[in-house]
Nanobody, 124 residues
Framework: QVQLVESGGGLVQAGGSLRLSCAAS????????MGWFRQAPGKEREFVAA????????YYEDSVKGRFTISRDNDKNTVYLQMNNLKNEDTAVWYC?????????????????WGQGTQVAGSS
């Protein structure tokens, strides 16, 4: 069992930066591949980025490539999403998720555990 808690969301201007964090409970965090997803109002939850157990493999949705970086610190049981050059379309509730396979996955149903989400909103 893994519990995930996201933090780092907030209000940000277009072009700004945020770093989301996802802290995981449990002693086997390094055995979970992790993902970040977002859900905008009225839309389905969509994949943003994923990282393998060791952090050696990462994968990004096309619209965030070059802007966002996913990373993890297995000693701290935490996965991060550095978000630069934020756009209005990044406004959403952002979720981290964990799966017990060392597999880069983009589909929500693959993930076993989810956090409660953190809000990222653009300011005009």
């Amino acid at each position: 069992q893994v519990q995930l808690v996201e933090s780092g969301g907030g209000l940000v201007q277009a072009g700004g930066s945020l770093r989301l964090s996802c802290a995981a409970s449990g002693r086997t965090f390094s055995s979970y591949a992790m993902g970040w997803f977002r859900q905008a109002p009225g839309k389905e939850r969509e994949f943003v980025a994923a990282i393998s157990w060791s952090g050696g493999n990462t994968y990004y949705e096309d619209s965030v490539k070059g802007r966002f970086t996913i990373s993890r610190d297995n000693d701290k049981n935490t996965v991060y999403l550095q978000m630069n050059n934020l756009k209005n379309e990044d406004t959403a509730v952002w979720y981290c998720a964990a799966q017990q396979r060392d597999h880069i996955a983009t589909m929500t149903y693959v993930y076993d555990y989810w956090g409660q989400g953190t809000q990222v909103a653009g300011s005009s």
